[in-house]
Antibody, heavy 123, light 107 residues
Framework: QVQLQESGPGLVKPSQTLALTCTVS??????????WSWIRQHPGKGLEWIGY???????YYNPSLKSRVTISIDTSKNQFSLKLSSVTAADTAVYYC???????????????WGQGTLVTVSS | DIQMTQSPSSLSASVGDRVTISCRAS??????LNWYQQKPGKAPKLLIY???SLQSGVPSRFSGSGSGTDFTLTISSLQLEDFTTYYC?????????FGQGTKLEIK
């Protein structure tokens, strides 16, 4: 059973870069067929897909965040990472990493999630 | 972007009740619709995928239906652990969007 675990600073100053890492265990980020994803949830609000990366390094970002987001992958460490630049208070949220895979029916599913990490943007 | 709209935003019900939550897409997404359950302080958990397929390990009291733009999640007989928040999500096209959530509360 694959497990994902987010790590990184819980507090980031405005205008700085938010950086989080997701460590995968029980599975490999080098396995084909999976898209390693970041999703966030503003306090008390709904879920927002940020983007994902394939093991080859191909990335796909939400256009609303694309200018500020970079997702990278480190297959040697079995990790993938998120960087979000020029943060403001509006980026305060719980950030989740998740695995996106083909459901073998119609479409893809977020079938495995990390427990989430709260990142607060404040001076 | 495809907008996902859930209704109602909140719902009061009793243990044993049958409840239905609706999700509407701003344009047709075929059957590319998933449902998640989220408990406070926890990550979402996949319940239903491809509109009506039950994820392994999920109780059979959960079911989904619909296609095109209109979808429903039905819980046939509410249990205490079901009183939490539910989200729909479309996987038809990027950006992959979620509904705003439906909070199920005890009456």
């Amino acid at each position: 059973q694959v497990q994902l675990q987010e790590s990184g600073p819980g507090l980031v100053k405005p205008s700085q870069t938010l950086a989080l890492t997701c460590t995968v265990s029980g599975g490999s980020v080098s396995s084909g067929g999976y898209y390693w994803s970041w999703i966030r949830q503003h306090p008390g609000k709904g879920l927002e897909w940020i983007g994902y990366i394939y093991y080859s390094g191909s990335t796909y970002y939400n256009p609303s965040l694309k200018s500020r987001v970079t997702i990278s992958i480190d297959t040697s460490k079995n990790q993938f990472s998120l960087k979000l630049s020029s943060v403001t208070a509006a980026d305060t949220a719980v950030y989740y990493c998740a695995r996106y895979k083909n459901s073998d029916s119609s479409g893809y599913i977020f079938d495995s999630w990390g427990q989430g990490t709260l990142v607060t943007v404040s001076s | 972007d495809i907008q996902m709209t859930q209704s109602p935003s909140s719902l009061s019900a009793s243990v044993g009740d049958r409840v239905t939550i609706s999700c509407r897409a701003s344009r047709s997404i075929s059957r590319y619709l998933n449902w998640y359950q989220q408990k406070p302080g926890k990550a979402p958990k996949l319940l239903i995928y491809a509109a009506s397929s039950l994820q392994s390990g999920v109780p059979s009291r959960f079911s989904g239906s619909g296609s095109g733009t209109d979808f429903t999640l039905t819980i046939s007989s509410l249990q205490l652990e079901d009183f939490t928040t539910y989200y729909c999500q479309q996987s038809y096209s990027s950006p992959y969007t979620f509904g705003q959530g439906t909070k199920l509360e005890i009456k």
